[in-house]
């Protein structure tokens, strides 16, 4: 067929690359306070904690105490099915649900945590719970409310597509767990469509569990740095300062969590002080050794 010579026929169009989103402003506060923390040649500390424990109001309370000593806060999304957790985390996810933790009180803790503090704020969730609530609502909640990133450590990369969509579309972060187990191709897939950070595991195991380090931490980084510039965090096991400071000669930030709850659990009746106490410690552990005076 013959077109009009005063018609245009369009050219076709060859697909754009995809890019990802340009980081929010809350994601933006993630790469300033990670930036922040390499300007003063630490790591920075990622602090965890499951929402509403060990109720809303005293939950509430420490994760503001946790924000002073912590540039990261991690909300966990309460969840009695956590293939990750160990002993510590699950019986605090118990002790929130039976609080009556709902969805909103992650959103609203999230808004109160981002509008009084300059910790940057992440989310831990299983997929349930997401899929449950829908993944577009939850992204564009968490994004409203000054969410950073999220982070779903049992949701495989070839069935996270739709969860990426619906995240790239609010402008959170797509962080993936990742482990030195995976195939080098499907390694470099996941941590290419990575976006905020990438969450290598500390150790071996369940979160809270007492292993040393793993010897394969510094290899998997530096595997990790090959494939992409965005930042490694090291979670998963951390349970000392000590152990903290040792993560932290290869990781850019580390997350703690059923540390800070054991102390909260250990003490009963002061359990914000307990977890503030607790961040401080990790927080100390990170700083560089004191400088000798110079005259």
Known sequence: M????HLQVPAPVSPLPWWPPAPSVAGARLERVIEAAQAQDRCALAAFLPVCFPDRITGM???HLLAQSADVVELGVPYAGGVLDGPVIQEASRTALAAGF??????AD????????????LVMSYWQPVHAYGPQKFAQQAAAAGIAGV???????????????????????????????TTPDRLAATVAAATGMVYAPATDGVT???????????????QLRSLTSLPVAAGIGISTPAQARHAAAWADLVVVGSAVIRRMQANPRAQVAAAAAAAREFAAALRPAAQPATD
Do not use: C, T, Y
């Open 2 to 5: 013959n077109h009009p010579s």
């Open 61 to 63: 309370d420490a994760l």
């Open 102 to 107: 709902e969805m909103k009180d992650l959103f």
């Open 110 to 121: 999230a808004r109160e945590l981002s509008a009084s503090s300059s910790a940057a704020l």
């Open 151 to 181: 982070l779903i450590p049992d949701l495989p990369f070839e069935e996270a597509g739709p969860w990426r969509e619906a995240a790239h579309g609010a402008g959170v972060a797509v962080i993936p767990l990742v482990s030195p187990r």
């Open 208 to 222: 809270g569990n007492s292993q040393p380090i793993s010897p394969q931490l510094p290899s998997f980084v530096a």
